[in-house]
């Protein structure tokens, strides 16, 4: 293909009622070949956020630098040590009360990412702050088909108090488009799929959809013709990693199919079920990973959060023999059988976060990996719940945000070093850089080594 120009990064794959974008190919390349696309791959960001904070002694790692050891909580990251950074001493000073009184989960996911302390309402007058998110999607939304998604496993209202006298959209949401208006997550998984690879032509996405149910065929049979003219251009290895690619994207369309097929198999009378969500969670985090995934590999958005649950969540958790409700079991008073299920817990999840890391490192992409070009962090703004401290936060970034972190690092930083500085750091590396974010002091220093 030497005399043919690249493929353009942004091909689709077009059929009747429905658009799919593609990985990264070799034959996008400049001509002066693959090693050229060091820079040349898009950056990502995400960040995962887990409720009512950690069992802080379980998650505590030992050693610094390069030289550190995976704590009990973080045993499931083994895989994906070197591609991970742990960091210790940074905190969300607008997560507390400042005179606010009791609340502190309804501000946790509040401030988490916008770095603003919220006003203390049940009615509409909720304001608090942009979230670092929606920052990078005003700045760089434009470049993707989804300037961001926004994703979760629990519904919730916007409206009413959760927590304190604070409103629900406090407590169920992270992201939030300004200071007063939230970004609604998804938690339908046949919903996210349909946002990320539908039509743009909302009659022509009915019509594709009316006919895929209707004959039971996948997006990829609508685009089966133009992939098979693509790749008559690409060579072995992009036709190779094609096909794997829409291997993938078949297998989450049978799941999704599957877990609606299980939903509307159970027959309840007078209660109205939501389509596609699956009944194990197990299930419905892994489809959500791997739906955050295939938006990246395609490059359908750059950016993305994903709320494992809400804070203040009380689900239990009996997979790992836990049930007992999660934030009942944070206010354990150090009663070690609650700590002992407490730290159960934070692994299961944490186990979650690392099969996704340990899908993204898996792909390929220009030099390196998907994961090479990502920012994942996982986080909170709570760190023991028990004490709702908001200081010394259980903070993971994972990725190499396209060469610009040196990652595999237990990096401590001084005390009450603001959370909001790793976000303007991240900002930067996104080419979306802004001068402050919520109570940002600065950008954070030593990510790059």
Request: charged share 30%; with cysteine.
């Given at each position: 293909m030497s005399h043919?120009?690249?493929l353009h990064r942004r091909t689709f794959l077009k059929g009747v009622g429905a658009t799919l974008g593609l990985p990264l190919l070799e034959a996008m390349l400049p001509k002066s070949g693959f090693a050229a696309q060091s820079t040349g791959a898009p950056k990502r960001m995400a960040f995962v956020f887990v409720p009512n904070g950690v069992i802080v002694p379980e998650w505590t790692v030992k050693g610094e630098g390069a030289d550190w050891q995976l704590s009990p909580t973080l045993e499931p990251l083994a895989k994906v040590k070197d591609q991970v950074c742990?960091?210790?001493?940074?905190?969300?000073?607008?997560?507390?009360?400042?005179?606010d009184g009791a609340g502190d989960h309804a501000r946790s996911s509040a401030a988490f990412l916008t770095g603003a302390h919220p006003v203390k309402t049940s009615g509409v007058d909720i304001?608090?702050?942009?979230?670092?998110?929606?920052?990078?999607?005003d700045k760089v939304g434009k470049l993707t088909?989804?300037?961001?998604?926004?994703?979760?496993?629990?519904?919730?209202?916007?409206?009413?108090q959760c927590d304190?006298?604070?409103?629900?959209?406090?407590?169920n949401n992270i992201s939030w488009k300004t200071a007063t208006t939230p970004m609604a997550k998804e938690i339908n998984p046949r919903l996210v799929f349909e946002r990320l690879f539908g039509s743009t032509d909302d009659r022509?996405?009915?019509?594709?959809?009316?006919?895929?149910?209707?004959?039971?065929k996948s997006i990829l049979d609508l685009v089966t013709d133009d992939a098979s003219?693509?790749?008559?251009?690409?060579?072995?290895?992009?036709?190779?990693?094609?096909?794997?690619?829409?291997?993938?994207?078949?297998?989450?369309e049978q799941r999704i199919e599957r877990a609606k097929s299980d939903s509307t198999s159970q027959k309840i009378p007078d209660l109205t079920l939501p389509r596609g969500i699956p009944k194990e969670l197990d299930e419905h985090i892994g489809l959500m990973f791997e739906l955050m995934t295939l938006a990246f590999q395609t490059d359908t958005t750059r950016v993305a959060t994903f709320m494992l649950a809400n804070e203040g969540s009380n689900r239990s958790y009996p997979m790992v023999g836990v049930n007992d409700g999660h934030h009942h079991l944070?206010?354990?008073?150090?009663?070690?059988?609650?700590?002992?299920?407490?730290?159960?817990?934070?692994?299961?999840l944490i186990g979650h976060y690392a099969k996704f890391l340990e899908r993204l490192k898996s792909i390929p992409e220009g030099t390196g990996t998907l994961l090479d070009n990502s920012m994942i962090v996982y986080g909170s703004a709570i760190a023991d719940g028990n004490a709702h401290s908001h200081h010394d936060l259980p903070v993971l970034v994972a990725g190499n945000g396209g060469g610009t972190i040196a990652s595999g690092r237990h990096i401590v930083f001084p005390k009450e070093t603001p959370l909001n500085n790793l976000f303007l750091s991240m900002l930067d590396r996104m080419d979306a850089g802004v001068d402050s974010l919520g109570d940002s002091s600065g950008r954070l220093k030593g990510l790059e080594g």
């Open positions: 043919q120009q690249p742990v960091l210790t001493g940074l905190m969300q000073d607008n997560a507390r009360h400042k005179g304001k608090v702050g942009q979230s670092v998110d929606q920052v990078a999607a088909k989804l300037p961001s998604i926004e994703l979760g496993t629990e519904g919730g209202r916007n409206a009413g304190s006298g604070y409103s629900c959209a406090y407590s022509e996405a009915a019509k594709g959809r009316a006919k895929r149910d209707e004959y039971r003219k693509l790749k008559q251009q690409l060579g072995q290895t992009d036709r190779r990693k094609v096909d794997e690619y829409f291997s993938s994207v078949r297998e989450i944070s206010h354990h008073q150090n009663k070690q059988d609650w700590i002992k299920h407490l730290a159960k817990i934070d692994k299961y």
